[in-house]
Structures are given as C-alpha cells and as structure tokens.
C-alpha cells in the first residue's frame, strides 16, 4: 500500500526532469492514491471507470510540481490535501457538493491572483497539517491503548543505546512484514517473541526488555500511510521493509 522509494529523493530527480523517475513513481503511488480518493469520497472506485480516481491522479502529479520542502510536512501528506481540494472543486462543478460538508480550501484560481493564492494555500496548509496531526496523535494513541501501551510508556522504553535500538526496529519491521505472524499478534494483542526471535536471532531478553517499543513500532510501521506525520517525524525509512 504504501510507496516503496524515498519520496524526497524521488521528487528530487523529477524535478530536475527526470520524466521515466516520475512515470515509476506515480505507478508506485496509485495505491497511495486509490485509498485516499475512496476514503474521501466513501466509495469503492475502479480505474479507467471512476472520474475521481483520475483527478486525483493528476492532482497527485500536481503535488509533485508544487511541493517545497520549506512547507514543513511530508510530501504524501501534502499531496492528500491537494487530492482532496481538488475532488472539492469536482464536486462543486458537478453539484454534488450537498453530499460533503465542505471546509476545504478551493484550489481554484479563477479571480485570485497568484500572490493571494499562495498566500491562502499557505495558510490552508498550515491549518491542515495542525488539523491532521492531532487526529493522527489522538488515533495512534487508541490504537496503543488497544495493546497495553501509552505514550508514557514509550517515553520510558524508548532505547537510548543506538545498538539496542537497531535490533529493537529490526524486530518491528519483522513483524510489521510477516503477515501471518502480524496477524497472530493482533488477534492475541501479544507480542510473539518466540517467532520473533527465530526470525531475527535477537534474544528472548533484550525482545521483552524492548516489547513496548517493538508493539510500537510494529503499529506504526504497518500503517504507516494512515500516520504520515508520525512516520515522517520518527524518519520511518520506507525503501524497503528489511531496512533499518
């Protein structure tokens, strides 16, 4: 579901014009793409059926020309806004806009001028980011309840020894990859340390010494691209799911 390459490095060569870079990634990213259109529109959608599927293609491929690193949130995020403010606009075209309380930002910029349309993307984006970052705390923090974990926990556990910390992500992205033995772990709400011991070579000790950081971790690696800001802010790498 979630795109394999780093984004920022990808962005980069495409903005340097590296076309066949942008083709690759947005074929990568149309999982990306297809869960937030339908997620927003509550609907199942089909490619070369749905209209909204492709506007949020092109508007994904719009955030690519837009984004700026100076705009203080990851790329994915800020094009499931973009995404999301064009469908707006479709939706107003098409009148369908009764079915959506409607408070985002247009990226219309009939009648406005460039300045004053940067001016409000800007402040758009800001709110937005604010908006979607406490929903995201408030969720993942639910989410940890659901395992016997807080935040607070995380706080105390957290491997400060750059060695113990590598093994711990190590067992996470292990879980986080298997999907059976991910499966087991959430059915049980139980760490399978056993499972994961074999799989990894870390010892029984260390991986229950490291449970609530593993649980954590495993979470958060799994959903990533419900938790954009969470992953970005932790530098989640997202090259691949053996990577530490």
């Known amino acids: 579901m979630f795109p394999v390459q780093d984004t920022e490095a990808e962005i980069k060569k495409?903005?340097?014009?590296?076309?066949?870079?942008r083709e690759n990634f947005l074929e990568s990213c149309k999982p990306f793409i297809y869960k937030v259109v339908c997620k927003f529109t509550g609907k199942n959608l089909e490619w070369g059926r749905d209209d909204e599927l492709a506007i949020g293609l092109i508007a994904f491929n719009e955030a690519i020309d837009r984004f700026c690193n100076d705009f203080g949130v990851p790329f994915l995020a800020y094009s499931r806004n973009v995404m999301k403010s064009r469908l707006v606009d479709h939706y107003r075209r098409e009148?369908?806009?009764?079915?959506?309380?409607?408070?985002?930002?247009?990226?219309?910029?009939?009648?406005?001028?460039n300045v004053e349309f940067a001016k409000s993307w800007e402040i758009f984006l800001e709110e937005e980011a604010a908006r979607e970052r406490e929903e995201e705390i408030k969720e993942f923090e639910d989410l940890l309840n659901m395992y016997g974990v807080s935040f607070e926990d995380l706080v105390k556990c957290s491997p400060r020894h750059r060695d113990t910390r590598r093994s711990l992500m190590l067992a996470a992205w292990e879980l986080a990859k298997?999907?059976?033995?991910?499966?087991?772990?959430?059915?049980?709400?139980?760490?399978?340390?056993?499972?994961?011991?074999?799989?990894?070579?870390?010892?029984?000790?260390t991986l229950e010494?490291?449970?609530?950081?593993?649980?954590?971790m495993a979470l958060l690696i799994n959903r990533r691209e419900d938790f954009l800001y969470l992953a970005s802010y932790l530098k989640l790498p997202v090259n691949s799911l053996g990577g530490i």
């Open 14 to 21: 495409i903005k340097h014009g590296d076309s066949l870079a």
């Open 95 to 113: 009148n369908k806009n009764a079915k959506f309380f409607i408070t985002q930002l247009s990226l219309q910029e009939d009648g406005i001028n």
């Open 178 to 205: 298997e999907s059976s033995l991910f499966k087991k772990f959430m059915d049980n709400k139980k760490l399978p340390l056993v499972e994961l011991g074999e799989i990894t070579g870390i010892g029984r000790k």
């Open 209 to 216: 010494r490291g449970r609530k950081y593993i649980i954590a």
